[in-house]
């Protein structure tokens, strides 16, 4: 999935535009996902009509106070739109979870050709390894809602996480399982420390150092 994103800029929907521009940042956001790629334009009705459709669909999936859990879900808005302020104002009310291309990449049309979208809004799935689950799930999404997500899981036999924490991506990665058990050792140290050396036991240092609509094409 990262391969298909390889060498380009992925933008956060967030107020300050974060870019995704690093291999392992790209891939702690796609890896294991499935990726919802929405080909939409803010100047197509069908689009302005299904816009808050797919909004509560993918905020139901993934924000935690639904969930406890996010879903392993990402949506990537390819957009269609013929100016970036029309882009930029048919992202504003949508999640900041989403991510797009910038406006100048040619790689929103070359997508809309590889996936042979020819009308919009038009919503294409891909499974984690980059294969496409649906051509068009626009419909489903409508229909179903958040249960279609179920299925797509299971056909793309996505490997469930719920075992593992919740996680932020916005906050980075510990550098390590064992981290929060080496800290708790320090301060189990430290302590004992401080007790030794107010006894006059000790006299080392106490503290310690831690270290759908338009036709297209």
Same mark, same amino acid.
């Given at each position: 999935?990262?391969?298909?994103?390889? %060498?380009?800029i992925?933008?956060?929907?967030?107020?300050?535009?974060?870019?995704?521009?690093?291999?392992?940042?790209?891939?702690?956001?796609?890896?294991?996902?499935?990726?919802l790629?929405?080909?939409?334009?803010?100047?197509?009705?069908?689009?302005?009509?299904?816009?808050?459709?797919l909004?509560?669909?993918?905020?139901?999936?993934?924000?935690?106070?639904?969930?406890?859990?996010?879903?392993?879900?990402?949506?990537?808005?390819?957009?269609?739109?013929?100016?970036?302020?029309?882009?930029?104002?048919?992202?504003?009310?949508?999640?900041?979870?989403?991510?797009?291309?910038?406006?100048?990449?040619?790689?929103?049309?070359?997508?809309?050709r590889?996936?042979?979208?020819?009308?919009?809004?038009?919503?294409?799935?891909?499974?984690?390894?980059?294969?496409v689950?649906?051509?068009?799930a626009?419909?489903?999404?409508?229909?179903? %809602?958040?249960?279609?997500?179920?299925?797509?899981?299971?056909?793309?036999?996505?490997?469930?996480?719920?075992f593992?924490?919740?996680?932020?991506?916005?906050?980075?990665?510990?550098?390590?399982?064992?981290?929060?058990?080496?800290?708790?050792?320090?301060?189990?140290?430290?302590?004992? #420390?401080?007790?030794?050396?107010? #006894?006059?036991c000790?006299?080392g240092?106490?503290?310690?150092?831690? %270290?759908? %609509?338009?036709?297209?094409?």
């Amino acid at each position: 999935m990262v391969s298909l994103f390889s %060498g380009r800029i992925l933008i956060r929907n967030n107020s300050n535009q974060d870019e995704v521009e690093t291999e392992a940042e790209l891939s702690r956001r796609l890896e294991n996902r499935l990726v919802l790629l929405f080909f939409g334009a803010g100047a197509c009705p069908e689009c302005q009509a299904f816009a808050p459709v797919l909004k509560d669909f993918f905020v139901r999936l993934t924000d935690e106070f639904y969930v406890l859990r996010a879903a392993q879900l990402a949506l990537v808005y390819v957009s269609q739109d013929p100016t970036v302020e029309q882009q930029d104002l048919f992202l504003r009310n949508m999640p900041e979870k989403w991510l797009f291309l910038p406006f100048h990449d040619d790689l929103r049309r070359d997508l809309g050709r590889r996936f042979s979208v020819r009308h919009l809004p038009a919503v294409v799935v891909l499974k984690p390894g980059g294969d496409v689950l649906t051509h068009d799930a626009t419909d489903e999404i409508q229909r179903l %809602g958040p249960a279609c997500f179920a299925n797509w899981q299971e056909a793309a036999e996505l490997l469930d996480r719920n075992f593992l924490q919740p996680e932020d991506l916005d906050e980075p990665a510990r550098r390590s399982f064992t981290e929060p058990l080496r800290r708790r050792k320090y301060r189990v140290d430290r302590d004992a #420390s401080r007790g030794r050396g107010r #006894s006059g036991c000790d006299s080392g240092d106490p503290q310690g150092n831690p %270290g759908a %609509g338009a036709q297209l094409w």
